[in-house]
């Protein structure tokens, strides 16, 4: 089965950019939805951004709207978070995942069945 694979994390400045990369290991994406999450330290985990199979289509939660852009390259099959103006609320684990189910974007994680083993975005004021 595929597996998600992130890369791009670190630690950066408050104001600063990152881009994280979401690479398919063991297979494809194919024409699955495809999400980002984030988990900081005692806190329930939460989506990000979404998008769907062809990339046409984009979901943001509210805390990264204007901030953040997830993107596509199914060429690549590769998942990218563009993040800016980072502030240190954004600190946490950033998990890729993706819906075999699904073609269209969804905010239900449990509708997300590959999923990768996270990588620690870490925003310093």
């Known amino acids: 089965q595929v597996r998600p694979v992130e890369s791009g994390g670190g630690s950066v400045q408050a104001g600063g950019s990152l881009r994280l990369s979401c690479a398919a290991s063991?297979?494809?994406?194919?024409?699955?939805?495809m999400g980002w999450f984030r988990q900081a330290p005692g806190k329930e985990r939460e989506i990000v951004a979404a998008?769907?199979?062809?990339?046409?289509?984009?979901y943001y939660g509210d805390s990264v709207k204007g901030r953040f852009t997830i993107s596509r390259d199914n060429s690549k099959n590769t998942v990218y978070l563009q993040m800016n103006n980072l502030s240190p609320e954004d600190t946490a684990v950033y998990y890729c995942a993706g819906s075999t189910r699904k073609i269209h974007w969804t905010v239900t994680d449990s509708l997300y069945d590959v999923w990768g083993r996270g990588t620690q975005v870490t925003v310093s004021s």
């Open positions: 998008i769907n199979w062809s990339g046409d289509s984009s």
């Open positions: 063991g297979g494809t994406f194919g024409n699955y939805a």
